[in-house]
């Protein structure tokens, strides 16, 4: 007769008990494991490194970005953000009269902050792994949280954009900056000459190209020469709309963020790169 206790029947059958706990314990395991996998999984998918087939659509995409910031902030700051060579054609006239205005002050504010985003990109870069999906997505992240802090600026900001104030300085800085993360970008995906920020090299390489009149099919160098600068003029154009609208600059730095978002979200999505096969 079993023993009993004050909780009911205490005696039970040792080879019972043994298999009702083993049953209870595989049935935990799977959830555990498969949340387990789950979280694995997706750590790897996040380094991968991104396959560069039709990545160069996302740069030329950041053509348009380039386009919008420039023509917006030229019209209103009097400076590039993005494009160093206008720059230090300002620069060098202010030099010249350094008295007579401030525009050359922005314009070696831009060029600085451009070269210091450089250094730093191309590190972070380097040291991750130019193309593994997390390192891009951190990067256009970086850019992300910049635009958004000078647009933020921008709006709050009630003086004259022509006067040399913190307010100009610092988002124009913060602009500079992420620019130079797209063009390291070019470099990351092995695109060298969409770089975002020049098109004289490009002009040049497109109406040199021995090819230039090929099918449509038969030249994608030729192709994506021809579609930087019609993205960049688009982009001109909208940020020249923006520039003459009540928004102003701010209008622009927050369609950029839209369109970092975007290319963020590809990156996101982007097929990975195929494993070289073992030998």
């Not at 909780?7 to 959830?31: F, K």
């Not at 449509?216 to 579609?227: D, H, I, K, P, W």
């Amino acid at each position: 007769m079993a023993a009993t206790d004050g909780y009911g029947t205490a005696g039970r059958d040792a080879n019972h008990d043994n298999s009702t706990q083993g049953a209870s314990d595989s049935e935990n395991q799977p959830l555990l494991g498969g949340k387990a996998k789950s979280t694995s999984s997706f750590t790897e998918y996040m380094k991968e490194d991104i396959d560069r087939r039709w990545a160069d659509l996302l740069l030329l995409l950041s053509y348009i970005i380039t386009g919008l910031l420039d023509s917006s902030a030229v019209f209103i700051w009097g400076s590039f953000v993005s494009m160093q060579t206008g720059n230090t054609v300002y620069l060098g006239l202010g030099l010249v009269e350094p008295t007579k205005g401030t525009r050359w002050i922005k314009s070696l504010t831009s060029i600085g902050f451009f070269c210091f985003g450089s250094f730093c990109f191309s590190r972070f870069h380097r040291y991750f792994s130019p193309k593994r999906r997390w390192v891009l997505l951190m990067s256009f992240c970086m850019q992300l949280v910049l635009i958004v802090v000078a647009a933020v600026i921008v709006m709050i900001d009630t003086g004259e954009a022509g006067q040399l104030r913190w307010e100009v300085l610092v988002p124009l800085a913060l602009v500079a900056f992420q620019s130079s993360g797209q063009a390291v970008t070019s470099r990351a995906l092995q695109y060298n000459a969409l770089t975002s920020v020049v098109l004289t090299s490009i002009y040049c390489d497109l109406f040199s190209d021995p090819l230039l009149v090929a099918g449509l099919t038969q030249n994608a160098e030729r192709n994506r020469r021809a579609a930087a600068p019609l993205l960049l003029l688009a982009g001109a154009i909208f940020g020249g709309l923006w520039a003459h609208s009540s928004l102003g600059l701010a209008g622009a730095l927050w369609t950029a963020a839209g369109l970092k978002i975007v290319i963020m979200g590809a990156f996101f999505l982007w097929k990975a790169e195929k494993p070289a096969p073992r030998t």
